[in-house]
């Protein structure tokens, strides 16, 4: 084993925090040793094929440090609390890190808040909202409240009162037909119980949707979604995608071949 000396460990740590700011995934898996686990609290990540598991998922919301609010080590463990900018939205993260033979060996990190009644209906629609972008669906399922549940997405399921069947449904249009899937909020306007979200999606068409092969194609289309929130808790949505503006980029001329 390679005696790690507290200028090596610093100096993984800085470099990891710059590899995930940088977006830069194959780095990120590079600076973890072979047997490494990553712990969240909601499951743990174990070698590389795991680590960059977690980290696509994590990158997918554009973290950046905004401020390294503490930072405490020995030996070869680090203890650290930061403020992350989180899919456009300031969150406090704190985490360990154990270091062995060159590379972080052991890491426990968490960063999103736990769902309370305090919270507002925005707030709550964006911390489920960050867990599906992050597919994280274990974290998306403890923000909603399933006995309530109520879903349709028009032109693409009725209504739905099952929430891991609206789960399968939002895998089949939602996830596995597209890859660099990313979307940005327009308009948003915010009731005592609900949250209506006008957004924008881009993303790559690598997957059959809508009865379309592939294409390979960069689309974007426009999107809304009223989310309704009871005691801190997402009860259900009423979705509408620009299906026919779609339709129209994936099949107006000759498909693109990946």
Request: with cysteine.
């Amino acid at each position: 084993m390679t005696e790690i000396t507290a200028t090596d460990v610093r100096a993984i740590f800085e470099k990891q925090l710059a590899a995930v700011t940088a977006g830069d995934l194959e780095s990120i898996v590079a600076h973890y040793t072979a047997d490494a686990v990553l712990v969240r609290a909601d499951r743990s990540f174990v070698g590389a094929d795991g680590i960059r598991e977690a980290f696509s998922g994590y990158l997918a919301l554009r973290p950046s440090l905004v401020e390294m609010v503490e930072y405490a080590e020995h030996g070869d463990t680090i203890c650290y609390r930061a403020v992350m900018e989180v899919a456009g939205e300031r969150r406090e993260t704190v985490g360990t890190m154990v270091m062995k033979d060159g590379g972080i060996w052991r890491q426990t990190a968490s960063f999103r808040p736990e769902p309370t009644v305090s919270m507002t209906p925005l707030e709550v629609y964006r911390a489920w909202n960050d867990y599906l972008l992050a597919g994280d669906i274990a974290g998306a399922t403890r923000l909603i409240d399933a006995d309530r549940w109520t879903e349709k997405c028009l032109g693409l399921t009725g209504w739905l009162t099952d929430f891991q069947v609206a789960l399968t449904h939002y895998a089949r249009n939602m996830v596995e037909p597209w890859e660099n899937l990313e979307m940005s909020e327009e308009e948003v306007v915010e009731g005592r119980d609900a949250v209506t979200i006008r957004f924008r999606v881009e993303a790559t068409h690598i997957g059959e949707f809508m009865g379309i092969p592939a294409t390979g194609r960069r689309v974007s289309f426009d999107a809304i979604r009223i989310v309704h929130v009871r005691d801190g808790k997402v009860t259900g949505q009423w979705a509408q995608l620009d299906l026919w503006g779609l339709h129209r980029q994936l099949t107006d001329g000759r498909p693109t071949a990946l």
